[in-house]
């Protein structure tokens, strides 16, 4: 499965790129575990627990026992807030990826924050511990936070603490392990099958409602370049939401790929990225004017013919998520555009 800088908006690499571990003795931050305060509900949770407590869940570092179901939730991770919060389980804090959406949280799950105000956590200096450890949290929720052991060891001293699943990446493992994971550290197991099951039948429904998908070749880049080179996604990297729908990915890009990572592709190779259907996720008009000039990217047969979606910021975070509530996103609004692009209707302007 691929890192986080293998799924990152070009705009947000040079931010991960940089990350460091913040040193924070293990000793002190224990102290913080042993708190006695007692813990209000959260006022913010819109659903009951189905499981019982104490729940025990496996992830990388071993298990981790959550006794009693937690009310003060802190997210490490970069998107486990849309999982928690279609849970009805409102987060205390969360972690800024990019964008600086309000709350950390885009607008596909805004309705479900509702008057809630969590508090914002960035990695860009290292794992902010010490301000975590200040929020008294009964729950560390991980999974896309990309721990270390060391990391994992100083969280769990200060709350029971979730890491990514064993035997994957630490970020962006599939997504209904990890959706089944946090589910299950919150005690509501049955609920996250249900949403994996809504997001696997709304994928198979649109895909018999547009059978003219079914075999058709489809790219799936960044949009802007950086550094030289298109980030293109092989088959497999975060290219479900074209699969599921009928969608072949194109053949070859593996071959500049580092494993689990995405193709660069240089100016001089961008005809290896032409297909029925290419999905650029572009960001912003400038972005889309970069895109254009580069390589002979104008001149490939997708985007002369109207073949090309070219998404919108929104939209574009929607893919990189790649949640529950944020697949469903990308099925409403790119389906429709991928029906115009088949026909050769696509725009070429941004598209939400």
Not at 28 to 42: K, M
Not at 124 to 148: C, M, Q, R
Not at 253 to 272: F, M, P, R, V
């Amino acid at each position: 499965m691929p890192s986080i800088a293998a799924r990152t908006p070009t705009r947000a690499l040079r931010v991960l790129a940089g990350l460091a571990a913040l040193v924070v003795s293990t000793t002190a931050l224990a102290g913080c575990a042993t708190t006695t305060d007692a813990v209000e509900e959260n006022p913010n949770y819109t659903t009951e627990p189905t499981d019982t407590f104490p729940v025990t869940v496996e992830h990388r570092y071993g298990e981790t026992v959550v006794p009693a179901e937690p009310q003060r939730i802190v997210v490490v991770g970069v998107t486990e807030q849309d999982i928690l919060l279609e849970l009805g389980v409102t987060p205390i804090a969360t972690t800024e990826w990019y964008g600086e959406q309000p709350y950390a949280t885009w607008p596909w799950a805004t309705d479900l924050l509702g008057d809630a105000e969590p508090v914002v956590l960035s990695q860009a200096d290292g794992i902010a511990f010490e301000k975590i450890a200040s929020l008294k949290p009964d729950l560390i929720v991980g999974p896309n936070a990309g721990l270390t052991q060391e990391d994992y060891d100083k969280l769990a001293a200060i709350a029971p603490t979730i890491s990514s699943l064993p035997h994957t990446e630490a970020y962006f493992s599939d997504w209904q392990e990890q959706t089944r994971l946090v589910a299950a550290a919150v005690g509501r197991s049955e609920a996250g099958e249900e949403l994996i099951e809504g997001v696997e039948a709304a994928y198979a429904e649109a895909a018999v409602a547009h059978p003219e998908f079914a075999g058709l070749s489809a790219t799936f880049s960044q949009g802007a370049p950086w550094e030289g080179n298109l980030y293109v996604y092989p088959d497999g990297l975060n290219t479900d939401f074209l699969t599921e729908l009928g969608f072949v990915m194109t053949p070859g890009l593996e071959a500049y790929a580092k494993d689990g990572e995405q193709a660069t592709i240089s100016a001089e190779n961008t005809s290896l990225i032409d297909a029925d259907v290419i999905v650029f996720a572009t960001e912003n008009e400038d972005g889309l004017a970069q895109l254009l000039k580069f390589g002979t990217v104008s001149e490939l047969s997708a985007v002369k013919e109207g073949r090309a979606v070219y998404t919108g910021e929104v939209l574009s975070g929607a893919i990189y998520f790649l949640t529950p509530l944020s697949q469903k996103y990308v099925i409403d609004h790119l389906v429709p555009l991928l029906a115009e692009a088949v026909q050769g209707q696509s725009p070429q302007s941004l598209q939400e």
